[in-house]
């Protein structure tokens, strides 16, 4: 049987108000297989992606795209499964990614954990490389070395170039389209060594519960979606924290109340400096409001994979643990 051409699917999704109709899931892999594998034109991948970002893309749509997002991964998958998969993808962050911390602090009390992103934007941002750099961690450079990787220390880190270049490529268009696409949300679900728990952090909450409706039509085992620092998956413990929650493909949604009081600091207008994040692992730092950070996205990861049946008993384990680290573990 002959696949369904691009142009067909264009045409699908492009007719007008009235002939127009979103893609099934179905159409979507098929759509995402000609997109990655470089077959669609890149006037057709751009019309493509702007024809829904103005119609607002579907979960079926979203979880077709993943679906063939994952069918030309450049590397071989080994038979290894993380427990946590982390992914950060906000490529503008102007707040110190704390949550890398966290995913350490987890990966050092026996959770494993695969993070994946991009580099992100450097001039007038805080991107995770320095940070990474500063803590001594080098990226896989493979899914076999991001196994390596866990096994050593409980964490890796994967640069999404080293599995689904066309990724990186899709959410750079961003600067030519002017606007997100639907590849920003694609990679956060990607999921690439299939984990059963996954933490996605989003820069406005209307996306979560697509977010949420996108776990469940991948048979995503447990997943919390949350509104977060930059957008990526980071709390403000000064706030409450509203999440939406996939658990064996039940939705749901709790709140997390804030871990300390309100104390008036300015995320978006902290220090970028580098040094910060590794300094404050090693305890050369005095800043409560980002240890508060590192220890209640801890906590939530906690409770999502298991280690934790409820808010307090998650917040005094992640308490406990940043308490115990190793301060010399990432010392260079």
Partial sequence: MTE????????????????????????ARIAARHIFSGTAHPMQTGAFLLLLRYRAEMAEEIAGLVEGAQEVFTDSIPDFTPDLDWPTYADRHKQQPWFILSALLLAENGTRVLMHGVDGADQGYAPNGPVFDGLGIKPAASFSDACTHMMDSGFAYLDIKSFCPVVEDLLDVRATLGVRTVINTLARALNPMKAPAQVIGVAHPPYMPAHADVAKLLGQPKSVIMKGG???????????CRVSTVDDG?????TWPAL???????WRNEALDRARVPALWRGELDAPESEAAVISTAALALKLVGKADNFEDADNLALMMW???NKNRFSI
């Fill in 260 to 266: 300390m009081p309100e104390t008036g600091v300015n």
């Fill in 323 to 325: 308490a115990e680290r």
């Fill in 4 to 27: 369904t051409s691009f142009a067909d699917l264009l045409r699908i999704i492009g007719k007008g108000p009235n002939m127009s109709r979103p893609l099934d899931q179905e159409e």
């Fill in 250 to 254: 039940i939705i749901g949604e709790e």
């Fill in 230 to 240: 930059g957008g990526e998956a980071q709390r403000n413990p000064l706030k409450p």
